[in-house]
T-cell receptor
């Protein structure tokens, strides 16, 4: 299993440009989420999804859109990039069901996308 | 609602000394608690988790944490620090499997040779 994959790893945008950060998982997890990580602020939830066709806002959703057309993919769209969106973005997934050992509780993280908006 | 407070954004210890990273949580229901580690320029890796079984949880790399309901704490410890332990550590809480996680702001651990 590849786990959670994210592309691209690095991206530089100009203010006003749009782009999509890709996230995919091959563990058949129902729950997927996007976080941004900024110095001194930990990880803040942007959007999350509990299954295909279902998404909801997290703590800092403004300026971002998501959709979940398949279980595997959960792209994050920046509609009009702003310097305040310069950050490291992490995608994560977890299962709401599963076997013993607590494997269904934890979130699995991708390697991150480092975004700079100039 | 759930929340996590990590006391001390930076902690320095000498190599071989005890590591203690503090985490207090707030939850209206029995929580699921996690510690993650992040090495420079990498993603988050699970160290250990508490899921209502044993209150003393052992994780990878010699780390362990104890769930204390009366103190609403889940502090992370390691008896003897190694240089390779230098990283950012995050505590997180969730109220049920697969549900939203709430992260603390992180503690940066420095190990002094």
């Amino acid at each position: 299993n590849a786990g959670v994959t994210q592309t691209p790893k690095f991206q530089v945008l100009k203010t006003g440009q749009s782009m999509t950060l890709q996230c995919a998982q091959d563990m058949n997890h129902e729950y997927m989420s996007w976080y941004r990580q900024d110095p001194g602020m930990g990880l803040r939830l942007i959007h999350y999804s509990v299954g295909a066709g279902i998404t909801d806002q997290g703590e800092v959703p403004n300026g971002y859109n998501v959709s979940r057309s398949t279980t595997e993919d959960f792209p994050l769209r920046l509609l009009s990039a702003a310097p305040s969106q310069t950050s490291v973005y992490f995608c994560a997934s977890s299962s709401t069901a599963g076997t013993s050992g607590g494997a269904r509780y934890e979130q699995y993280f991708g390697p991150g996308t480092r975004l700079t908006v100039t | 609602a759930q929340s996590v407070t990590q006391l001390g954004s930076h902690v320095s210890v000498s190599e071989g000394a005890l590591v203690l990273l503090r985490c207090n949580y707030s939850s209206s229901v029995p929580p699921y608690l996690f510690w993650y580690v992040q090495y420079p320029n990498q993603g988050l890796q699970l160290l250990l988790k508490y899921t209502s079984a044993a209150t003393l949880v052992k994780g990878i790399n010699g780390f362990e944490a104890e769930f204390k309901k009366s103190e609403t704490s889940f502090h992370l410890t390691k008896p003897s620090a190694h240089m390779s332990d230098a990283a950012e550590y995050f505590c997180a809480v969730s109220d049920r499997p697969g549900n939203q996680f709430y992260f603390g702001t992180g503690t940066s651990l420095t190990v002094i040779p």
